[in-house]
Every structure is written in structure tokens, then in C-alpha cells.
């Protein structure tokens, strides 16, 4: 069997506060693995400093931790921000040379991948809870395939839920996210927007 070359991936992030905040409750992680990339978006509960807060100390555990399976990164951020008001949060552990992806996601931040192949959507299963706070259902992160021209999509719920798909499809992916954010973005709550695409072959750096 001839051996599959290891993916590359172009990155892109948009985010904005709620207006009259001077701090963002939403908070995106993405940095570079031995396998590959974790990539995870957090909103903390509320709005201002105090939703800040917990998002960033989120951020700040899996960044330090970051080799970590998603699970035990979920869990060991739950134990860490139960002095926060916590966070929702969706994270993702993509694997270059397997080009698999295995994410996790709890509360409302919106996961979909999406299809080179032009197939159907997949969304990532959302469980109920809230990180930091009481006791998490049971949890049991998905493995699914992540193929060249793939493309990945995190967004919090200050983002409407049936953004255009063509937007991150078509656009690379920084104009992605932010066409997405732009145009779907509420006025009404923080807002973030992570767009992940695997290259295809021949490409050899993500552009953001």
C-alpha cells in the first residue's frame, strides 16, 4: 500500500467582542503538536472580564498541555476553572500523517466539518454541561477521517448557526472566517470564528 503523504493546513481565526466590552469572553487555541495541530474555540459564560477570564485560563491549560488526548484536556480544565464562572468549549486534535481528527466538544460551540468531496456536512455531537462547573456526562470524544480540501469550522453561538458553507468552502481560510464572522456575526454576544482546511497536494505551508 503506498504511503499517503502527511497533511498540511492553512489556518484562520476572526473574533470580535460583544460591542461596549473591552474584553472578549470568546478565546480560540491553535498550536502545533508532534502529530499535527490542536485546535480548540472557548466561551466563557457571561460577557466582559469575568467570561474572559475563565476562557483565557482555558486556553492557557491547553496550550500548556497541549500532547494531551482531547479528553484528558477537557478534564483537566474542568477541574482547573471551577473557581471561574467556566466555559463552553470545542476542541480538536488533528493528526497529519494518519489525517484523522479527533474532537470533543461541550456546551454550544458549533464544530462543523465539511466536505472536499462536495458530500454531506458532518457536526460535531455537542454534550450538555459546562466546563468548571458541575459534574460533566460521560464523554467520549469522535475519530473521523480529514482529507485534503477538507475544511473544519468552530463557531460560538455569536455567530448564527446557518452561516453560508460556500464561504468556507471557496475562501481561504483567514477570508473565511472572517466573511463568516461579518456577515453572521450578532450584535448581541462575543463572536469567534476558526476555520481549519487540510491543503492539497502540492502545497507546502498553511496560509492564514
Not at 503538536?33 to 466563557?44: H, I, K, N, Q, Y
Not at 454531506?120 to 459546562?130: D, K, M, N, W, Y
Not at 469522535?142 to 448564527?160: I, K, R, S, Y
Not at 448581541?188 to 498553511?206: F, H, Q, W, Y
Request: aromatic share 4%; glycine share 12%.
Amino acid at each position: 500500500m503506498e504511503d499517503l503523504a502527511p497533511l498540511r493546513f492553512a489556518c484562520g481565526v476572526a473574533v470580535r467582542a460583544l460591542p461596549g466590552e473591552t474584553s472578549c469572553g470568546d478565546v480560540h487555541v491553535l498550536k502545533r503538536v508532534s502529530r499535527g495541530w490542536l485546535l480548540a474555540a472557548m466561551d466563557g459564560l457571561g460577557h466582559g472580564p469575568d467570561a474572559a477570564h475563565g476562557a483565557r485560563m482555558a486556553a492557557a491549560i491547553l496550550e500548556a498541555h497541549s500532547e494531551e488526548p482531547p479528553l484528558a484536556l477537557i478534564l483537566r480544565c474542568h477541574e482547573a476553572l471551577r473557581s471561574t464562572r467556566g466555559v463552553v468549549m470545542s476542541l480538536a486534535a488533528l493528526d497529519a500523517a494518519r489525517r484523522s481528527m479527533t474532537w470533543l466538544g461541550i456546551g454550544n460551540v458549533q464544530g462543523i466539518l465539511l466536505r472536499d468531496s462536495g458530500g454531506a456536512e458532518e457536526s460535531l455531537l455537542l454534550r450538555s454541561g459546562v466546563v468548571g462547573g458541575q459534574a460533566l456526562p460521560s464523554l467520549t470524544p469522535d475519530v473521523v477521517p480529514f482529507n485534503p480540501g477538507d475544511a473544519l469550522v468552530f463557531a460560538t453561538d455569536g455567530v448564527e448557526g446557518e452561516f453560508d458553507r460556500q464561504l468556507a468552502r471557496n475562501l481561504s481560510a483567514q477570508m473565511a472566517a472572517e466573511a463568516i464572522l461579518s456577515r453572521y456575526g450578532k450584535a448581541t454576544d462575543d463572536a469567534l470564528v476558526l476555520v481549519m482546511r487540510s491543503l492539497p497536494g502540492g502545497a507546502t505551508s498553511p496560509d492564514r
